[in-house]
């Protein structure tokens, strides 16, 4: 498989995998080329589909960790048909050799402990791959790292990160434009709580010190209901619809 290296300057006209059409696109695009010039890398295959990693200097990441000199992988995604090929091992390869040539001490990345979580790679996967445990929250997503320095620093959580907490009653969203779903589903969210006298609260979130502040591990989506930590998944509405009644209904 051939990889292509997105950069500002040809993103414009590039398909970057993870994108919905349209609008959703262009919101996304319009994310990432903000953070080209804090150091982020966007690989992914020529052959079109989900097949692709973003990663950035642990410092600009948009979530509340303290992982200095690390590289933060946003997105590491191999789907559909072109799972099984080595792709997620060749894409893991360029994080590592790009780590080792700015002389970085490793980098981390989101899983969860027990099952797989939506948008959080598998944990199996990258135990298999060398990481480690670096730190938890207490949602049970942890921060898992690959150091390549000896003795080096380990990542760890924030105290917002590491205990997830709302202060609000009812539903609290936090979300970003890094994912092109949050673009297409939240304001569906919105108008499917709004017709049902649901109480939510959405905090858009569109800057790098607001997202480092998010009270929650995951920032691109992170829904919470009185208080606690619900999902990072993203929600349809009737999946939000069928998580409310279930929740009102306890």
């Known amino acids: 498989m051939e990889y292509i290296k997105i ?48 990663y950035i200097p642990a410092e600009n990441a948009w979530i509340p960790i303290d992982a200095k000199e690390y590289l933060y992988i946003d997105c590491l ?37 027990g099952r797989k979580r939506e948008f959080l790679v598998d944990a199996k996967y990258l135990i298999h791959k060398g990481f480690q445990v670096a730190d938890r929250s207490d949602c049970g997503i942890t921060l898992m790292y690959l150091p390549l320095v000896n003795d080096a620093k380990k990542p760890q959580f924030l105290q917002c990160a590491k205990h997830p907490k709302s202060n609000s009653n009812g ?9 092109p779903f949050t673009y297409y589903w939240v304001p569906r969210i919105q108008k499917v709580a709004k017709e049902n006298h649901i109480a939510l609260q959405v905090h858009h979130i569109t800057d790098k010190q607001s997202a480092q502040s998010v009270p929650a591990p995951v920032t691109t989506y992170a829904l919470f209901c009185d208080g606690e930590f619900i999902t990072q998944s993203i929600l349809s509405d009737k999946k939000f619809m069928k998580l409310a009644e279930k929740l009102v209904h306890k």
């Open 171 to 179: 539903f609290v969203l936090y979300y970003t434009d890094q994912c």
């Open 77 to 113: 995604w191999v789907s559909g048909a072109l799972k099984g090929h080595g792709y997620s091992n060749d894409l893991l390869n360029a994080c590592i050799l790009d780590a080792k040539k700015s002389k970085k001490y490793g980098f981390c990345i989101l899983s969860a402990e």
């Open 7 to 54: 950069t500002k300057d040809t993103i414009d006209t590039e398909h970057i995998c993870c994108a919905m059409s349209g609008k959703q696109s262009v919101v996304k695009k319009e994310w990432l080329k903000k953070r080209f010039d804090e150091g982020l890398i966007f690989y992914r295959s020529v052959e079109r589909g989900k097949c692709f990693v973003e």
